[in-house]
Structures are given as structure tokens and as C-alpha cells.
């Protein structure tokens, strides 16, 4: 075992890559299924409010249609912590663009052209959809997502902020931005007798069937869920959403297989999105930068029927060293569909905020921002007073400081010119915590020296699979292609989802497991595979019980260099450049394009995605990919992503941390930090738009 080299650590290319790039790859809706049928949903046109009837007559005559659904002529559903996905479950409308009745018909068009011809007819309510600062109904949630605190404090930030001799109080805000995953949110649906399988666009195959077996009132392992590829989710696809729960009432109604695919307009209103944010972040500091205090406030949405407070002020607890420190959500109820997880939930808005106000407090003394980060290094986690398992960030600071040719740069804002254009740079930190989650596999040898390993893993794009089978290799001592991975599917049992950038680093510890079992009982005999195979299974959940007590977080740094258009306000970025440190890099292939992928969203973030919500209809008018602006190639110049060597034995077996979302935090401060050095005028909203930097920068 010992004369191969470690495939762990190196580059291989995609293990499924060939079958993608020549289609042969299945996505959810692709699979051949006989006598599949259409659904499509018909959406609520009013924002609060109840369905008194659906006319579903004249839909009814059209060729090819088979049902009409609405809420008196479905299965009645458990009920589920997540409201959205009661579908079809009341007259009651919560948002505009909820699903209130659907159509099944033979064809796709079919389906369509009848959904339009269903007739509802609505008691409408007054609706309250705008986030205003200034509403009665805002309260303090005790608990933001992922068991995060609402609000924390320590020491007494009120006294240090008024006795520091330097500070800085500003208000930054964040829009709703949709995830919006190259593949569009797609199910297949058929029912055999209770059992109900799912080719599903999932981020979680096993927590998803779970959660859906719930739903229905089945058996554990009555639903079984088939995503042996998904094209992207962002978190969209991290749970079922109210298309797949659509799909599956209308196959049980109509007792054939049912597919459904959103259009990119319905993914709008149906598959969640970011809640917007306004945050307040007072800083306190001695003279030569140490952080007296840290006080960051942040007022988010949910719906009113889901209590979703997203984490966003969880980073700066963690973040620097401060004595005193109070860190608060609040959150308004509104009649929208309920916000939800997209790429680092929490630490992508709300590091915009602090590492923005960070860069002011760095004018503020006239200080080197990345020195001031360095100052305020806390030796222990701040909140929590454990050690941390390993924290890279001073390091990924001075290689990043070094790599973009940091040294000598003059801070003076607004005075660098190349013709037209105003030029500046700017500089971020990034976090991210590390999460696990016990997870279960299979690992069998079969006789002619092959290896299966089977776990409930999604590749979404990431690479996931090729990643796991690199870790299998490693154990078993055998190369690549002696192994292989079957992932996506929950009838492997019991996995986390690709999300909370946790997913290599669960899984990759239950195959490390179970290849470790294989070995051992491969060595009891002697290395003979009997004719029949010989199988191991692995699960982590004792081990993920005895790990030690540690603050565990992903670190990074950005730079950000950019071009600002004098007349036009346009912003260029002509250069990015992150350093992190994850722990134990798998595949640097994959990683590198894990980076590139979340620093290229933080780009998109900081200077296009915002959805623009109509108060008087309460929903998103920018619903297409036309009007709602991500970064293309074009926004995206010089881009590079290197990372720390950073091994950390308190993480698990492989020393993996996560990679998918630590790349998106920072971003948008070290770009509008960057515009601040070039254009003399602070950007403390997002997006930064070209009308947002003239009427910063033009006065008359
Ligand atoms: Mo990620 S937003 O947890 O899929």
C-alpha cells in the first residue's frame, strides 16, 4: 500500500466528467419514465389572502388534461417545520406566487396552456410585504438558523463604544438575492403502492426522502430519492421545496408518474432565496487598532408562516478579539415566501458588513487594514473561549498581502487615475464555520479486485464523487479505477446534505470508515475475496459524539483590485485574489473551482444580484435571469484562488473543513473596500450599482 502514491492531495480530473460535458450525465427530469404525465402550477396572484374557488372548467376540456388540482382534492399532508411545504394544504394564500392549484395533463404544453385557463377567484387581504426598519412587528428572535443564538453580549459594548477613541457607526444593507442553480429545480414522481420514488434535483438525497416520507405519513424508507446528478443548488435544492411535494400529490392523484420543471420565472417565488438585511455595525478601538468593541445589529424578513432568522451577525462573534461585544438579530414577518439558505447563509451578508466596517475603521486611524486584522487576532474563540482548531487568517492575509503585491500601497482615497477610470484596492476577511454531520456507507470488494462504494452523497457540480473516491483509493491502497462510487442516492442510508459546506467532510469520514473496516476484514482473510463479495458499513455518529471541544472555522482573505468608470460610475474588477485555508485540500482541481466559483457569486453579489420586490403586488418583478443580473464572464478578469498547506488533526480522519461557501464571504467588502480607495465615496448597499456610485460621486 505504501509504494502508491496518495491520491488524496492531488488534481484528478471529474471521474464523471466525460458523461457531463457529452450529456450523457442524467439530470432529475431526464430519466426515461413510461407513462410520465405534466404538472404545472397555477400561482397566487395576490400577496395575503384566500382562495374562494378554482374554475378549473375550461381547463378541464382542453386535449391531454387529466386533473385540475386545488386544495379540496389532494392528500392531506403531515404537518412539517416547514410551512412552504404544504401544498395545496389550505384556501389560505400566504405569497404572492404560491402554488394554490395545479394542472396535470399528457403533454408539457398541454399542462401549461390549461394551468392558464384555470380561473381563481380570491378574498383578498391587505398585505405587508417591505422590510421598514421603523415596523411595530419586529421582535428579537431567540434562536437565528443552524442553532446560532439570536443575540449575544459580553462585557458592556454601550460603555466601551462611548469611552473609545476611535470608532465607527454605519448602516449597510443587503438585497433578497435568488440562488439560481444552472439547473432549474425539476422531480419526477411515481407511486408503487405506499412507496414513492423521487428523481429528484436535490442537494440531500437521504434528508430530503426523510423529510418527505414525513410529509406523507410513510415508513422511514418509503421514499426513495434518485439525484445521481444536480446541476448546482446554492442551497436552493438543500431541502425539498414546494415543486417536488407538488409532484409527488399530483402522481398520487392522478396514479401515474408526474414530472414537473420550473420555469426560471416560477423559481422565483417557489424555491426560496437570501433575505434582505439592514445592519448596523459600531465598532470601538484603542489608537493602535485593538477592538474595544463590536456591536452589529442585523433586521432580516421571513414569512410569516416560517420563523427563518438567518445567522448573520454569528461571524463577527468569532471573527476578532473584543472585551465587550453584543451582536443581535431582529426579524419582521411579512406576507413573503419564506427566505432560506443560500451559499453561506448569515456570514456572506453580514461579513460585507463587518469587514466594510472594518476597512472604515482602518481609515479611521489611519492604519493598514490588513495590519489592523492582525491586531485584533483573538487567541481563543471570543464567544465561546475554546480554542480554536486551527485559525489560518493571519496567514492567508500576509500570502494573499504578498501574492497581490500589497506592500507600499498609498491608502489615500480617489487619487489613482488611468484615463477614464479611478483605480483602488481593497482588502477582506473571510470564515466560515465547520460543520459535520454523522454519516453512513458501504464499501464491498468484489472478486476481480474492484471496489464499490456507495454513500448518499450529491454531487451537485462540486465533484463531490471524484473527491470521495479519492479518499477510497487512499484506504483501500488501490488506484482510482479500481474503485467505484455510487453516490445521490438515499437507498445508501443515512448522509448530509452538500450544504453548510459540510459535505466532504462528512462524508469523506464515514468512507474513510468504512474502507478501514473493508481492509481489516480483507486482511482476517488473508486478502481472498469470496465469490459472493465481501461488504463493510460505517457509521460515524459515535465518533462525531467523541470529538473534542474546539471552535472550528474555514479562513480566508481576499483582494480585491478595481476600475471605476469617472463618468458612467461603472465598476470593473480587474483583479481578485483569495488565499484560504480549509483544512486538507482533497482535489485541487475541484477546490480551485470551488473557490473560483463562490468568489465569482461574491463578484455577482457586490455589484449585481438584488431582487426588487413591488410593494403593491408583494412579489419580485425581476424574476428572470434577464432582469435579475449575475455575473458572466465578462464581470470576471483576473481571478485566482490559492490556499494555506493547513493541517488540522481535531477536524476528522481526512482533515477536511469545507470549501463551498468560504469563498463568497468577504468578497463584496473587499470589492466595495476597493471602491472606496478608488473613488473616495463609501458603498455601504449592495449591489454597487452604477446609479449608487455616480450619485455618490457627482455631485452636481
Ligand atoms: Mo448551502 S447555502 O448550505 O447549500
Given at each position: 500500500m505504501t509504494t502508491l502514491d496518495k491520491v488524496v492531495g492531488g488534481a484528478p480530473a471529474r471521474i464523471d466528467g466525460r458523461e457531463k460535458v457529452t450529456g450523457a450525465a442524467r439530470y432529475a427530469y431526464e430519466y426515461p419514465v413510461p407513462n410520465a404525465v405534466y404538472v404545472w402550477p397555477v400561482q397566487a396572484t395576490i400577496a395575503r389572502g384566500r382562495v374562494c374557488a378554482v374554475h378549473g372548467g375550461a381547463a378541464l376540456a382542453l386535449p391531454g388534461v387529466i386533473a385540475v388540482l386545488n386544495s379540496g382534492n389532494v392528500s392531506r399532508l403531515h404537518p412539517a417545520d416547514d410551512a412552504e411545504l404544504a401544498v395545496l394544504q389550505s384556501a389560505d394564500v400566504a405569497y404572492r406566487g404560491q402554488i394554490v392549484a395545479a394542472v396535470v395533463a399528457s403533454t408539457l404544453e398541454g399542462a401549461r396552456e390549461a394551468a392558464s385557463a384555470v380561473r381563481v377567484d380570491y378574498d383578498e387581504q391587505e398585505h405587508d410585504v417591505v422590510l421598514s426598519p421603523g415596523n411595530p412587528r419586529i421582535f428579537s428572535p431567540r434562536k437565528a438558523n443552524a442553532g446560532f443564538p439570536g443575540t449575544v453580549h459580553w462585557g458592556d459594548a454601550e460603555s466601551a463604544l462611548a469611552a473609545a477613541p476611535a470608532g465607527v457607526d454605519a448602516t449597510y444593507t443587503t438585497p433578497a438575492e435568488h440562488a439560481s442553480p444552472m439547473e432549474p429545480h425539476a422531480t419526477i414522481a411515481f407511486w408503487e403502492g405506499e412507496t414513492l420514488t423521487l428523481y429528484n434535483a436535490d442537494q440531500a438525497p437521504w434528508m430530503s426522502a426523510t423529510a418527505i416520507a414525513a410529509l406523507f405519513g410513510l415508513a422511514d424508507g418509503a421514499v426513495s430519492i434518485v439525484a445521481d446528478h444536480t446541476g448546482g443548488g446554492f442551497g436552493s435544492k438543500a431541502v425539498p421545496r414546494p415543486p417536488t411535494v407538488l409532484a409527488a400529490l399530483a402522481a398520487r392523484a392522478v396514479g401515474r408518474p408526474v414530472k414537473v420543471a420550473m420555469t426560471r420565472q416560477q423559481m422565483f417565488s417557489l424555491v426560496s432565496y437570501r433575505?434582505?438585511?439592514?445592519?448596523?455595525?459600531?465598532?470601538?478601538?484603542?489608537?493602535?487598532?485593538?477592538?474595544?468593541?463590536?456591536?452589529?445589529?442585523?433586521?432580516?424578513?421571513?414569512?410569516?408562516?416560517?420563523?427563518?432568522?438567518?445567522?448573520?451577525?454569528?461571524?463577527?462573534?468569532?471573527?476578532?478579539?473584543?472585551?465587550?461585544?453584543?451582536?443581535?438579530?431582529?426579524?419582521?414577518?411579512?406576507?413573503?415566501?419564506?427566505?432560506?439558505?443560500?451559499?453561506?447563509?448569515?456570514?456572506?451578508?453580514?461579513?460585507?458588513?463587518?469587514?466594510?466596517?472594518?476597512?472604515?475603521?482602518?481609515?479611521?486611524?489611519?492604519?493598514?487594514?490588513?495590519?489592523?486584522?492582525?491586531?485584533?487576532?483573538?487567541?481563543?474563540?471570543?464567544?465561546?473561549?475554546?480554542?480554536?482548531?486551527?485559525?489560518?487568517?493571519?496567514?492567508?492575509?500576509?500570502?494573499?498581502?504578498?501574492?497581490?503585491?500589497?506592500?507600499?500601497?498609498?491608502?489615500?482615497?480617489?487619487?489613482?487615475?488611468?484615463?477614464?477610470?479611478?483605480?483602488?484596492?481593497?482588502?477582506?476577511?473571510?470564515?466560515?464555520?465547520?460543520?459535520?454531520?454523522?454519516?453512513?456507507?458501504?464499501?464491498?470488494?468484489?472478486?476481480?479486485?474492484?471496489?464499490?462504494?456507495?454513500?448518499?452523497?450529491?454531487?451537485?457540480?462540486?465533484?463531490?464523487?471524484?473527491?470521495?473516491?479519492?479518499?477510497?483509493?487512499?484506504?483501500?491502497?488501490?488506484?482510482?479505477?479500481?474503485?467505484?462510487?455510487?453516490?445521490?442516492?438515499?437507498?445508501?442510508?443515512?448522509?448530509?446534505?452538500?450544504?453548510?459546506?459540510?459535505?466532504?467532510?462528512?462524508?469523506?469520514?464515514?468512507?474513510?470508515?468504512?474502507?478501514?473496516?473493508?481492509?481489516?476484514?480483507?486482511?482476517?482473510?488473508?486478502?481472498?475475496?469470496?465469490?459472493?463479495?465481501?461488504?463493510?458499513?460505517?457509521?460515524?455518529?459515535?465518533?462525531?459524539?467523541?470529538?473534542?471541544?474546539?471552535?472550528?472555522?474555514?479562513?480566508?482573505?481576499?483582494?480585491?483590485?478595481?476600475?471605476?468608470?469617472?463618468?458612467?460610475?461603472?465598476?470593473?474588477?480587474?483583479?481578485?485574489?483569495?488565499?484560504?485555508?480549509?483544512?486538507?485540500?482533497?482535489?485541487?482541481?475541484?477546490?480551485?473551482?470551488?473557490?473560483?466559483?463562490?468568489?465569482?457569486?461574491?463578484?455577482?453579489?457586490?455589484?449585481?444580484?438584488?431582487?426588487?420586490?413591488?410593494?403593491?403586488?408583494?412579489?419580485?418583478?425581476?424574476?428572470?435571469?434577464?432582469?435579475?443580473?449575475?455575473?458572466?464572464?465578462?464581470?470576471?478578469?483576473?481571478?485566482?484562488?490559492?490556499?494555506?498547506?493547513?493541517?488540522?488533526?481535531?477536524?476528522?480522519?481526512?482533515?477536511?473543513?469545507?470549501?463551498?461557501?468560504?469563498?463568497?464571504?468577504?468578497?463584496?467588502?473587499?470589492?466595495?473596500?476597493?471602491?472606496f480607495h478608488a473613488t473616495g465615496s463609501r458603498q455601504r448597499d449592495l449591489p454597487i450599482t452604477l446609479d449608487r456610485v455616480r450619485a455618490a460621486t457627482h455631485t452636481g
Open positions: 433575505t434582505p438585511t439592514v445592519q448596523r455595525v459600531r465598532l470601538g478601538a484603542e489608537l493602535d487598532g485593538r477592538l474595544t468593541a463590536v456591536w452589529h445589529d442585523a433586521l432580516q424578513q421571513s414569512s410569516k408562516r416560517v420563523e427563518y432568522t438567518e445567522q448573520t451577525v454569528a461571524a463577527s462573534r468569532m471573527m476578532y478579539a473584543t472585551p465587550n461585544s453584543h451582536t443581535a438579530h431582529r426579524l419582521l414577518q411579512l406576507d413573503v415566501p419564506t427566505p432560506s439558505w443560500m451559499r453561506a447563509p448569515g456570514e456572506a451578508p453580514g461579513m460585507f458588513a463587518l469587514e466594510s466596517a472594518m476597512d472604515e475603521l482602518a481609515y479611521a486611524l489611519g492604519m493598514d487594514p490588513v495590519e489592523l486584522r492582525i491586531v485584533n487576532e483573538p487567541a481563543l474563540d471570543p464567544e465561546s473561549g475554546l480554542p480554536f482548531s486551527s485559525r489560518n487568517l493571519i496567514a492567508c492575509l500576509r500570502e494573499g498581502a504578498a501574492r497581490f503585491g500589497w506592500a507600499g500601497r498609498d491608502p489615500a482615497p480617489g487619487v489613482r487615475r488611468q484615463g477614464r477610470w479611478l483605480v483602488g484596492t481593497g482588502v477582506a476577511s473571510s470564515t466560515y464555520p465547520v460543520f459535520t454531520m454523522a454519516s453512513t456507507a458501504t464499501a464491498r470488494a468484489e472478486p476481480m479486485g474492484r471496489f464499490v462504494v456507495e454513500i448518499a452523497a450529491a454531487d451537485i457540480g462540486t465533484g463531490a464523487r471524484t473527491a470521495l473516491a479519492q479518499v477510497a483509493a487512499d484506504e483501500l491502497g488501490v488506484p482510482m479505477d479500481q474503485i467505484t462510487i455510487l453516490v445521490g442516492r438515499s437507498v445508501f442510508g443515512p448522509a448530509p446534505f452538500a450544504g453548510g459546506s459540510m459535505g466532504t467532510a462528512s462524508w469523506s469520514w464515514a468512507v474513510s470508515k468504512v474502507c478501514r473496516a473493508l481492509v481489516r476484514e480483507l486482511d482476517e482473510r488473508s486478502g481472498v475475496v469470496p465469490p459472493e463479495g465481501l461488504q463493510a458499513r460505517a457509521d460515524t455518529t459515535e465518533d462525531l459524539a467523541a470529538q473534542g471541544r474546539f471552535s472550528r472555522h474555514s479562513f480566508g482573505a481576499q483582494f480585491a483590485e478595481v476600475k471605476v468608470d469617472v463618468d458612467s460610475g461603472q465598476v470593473r474588477i480587474e483583479r481578485l485574489l483569495g488565499v484560504f485555508a480549509a483544512g486538507r485540500i482533497v482535489n485541487a482541481r475541484t477546490a480551485r473551482s470551488q473557490f473560483l466559483g463562490g468568489m465569482t457569486m461574491g463578484i455577482s453579489m457586490a455589484l449585481h444580484e438584488a431582487l426588487q420586490l413591488d410593494p403593491r403586488f408583494g412579489d419580485f418583478t425581476n424574476h428572470d435571469l434577464a432582469t435579475y443580473h449575475i455575473a458572466s464572464n465578462a464581470d470576471v478578469r483576473g481571478i485566482e484562488a490559492h490556499w494555506i498547506d493547513e493541517h488540522d488533526d481535531e477536524l476528522n480522519p481526512v482533515g477536511v473543513k469545507g470549501i463551498g461557501e468560504v469563498g463568497i464571504v468577504g468578497t463584496a467588502a473587499a470589492i466595495a473596500n476597493a471602491v
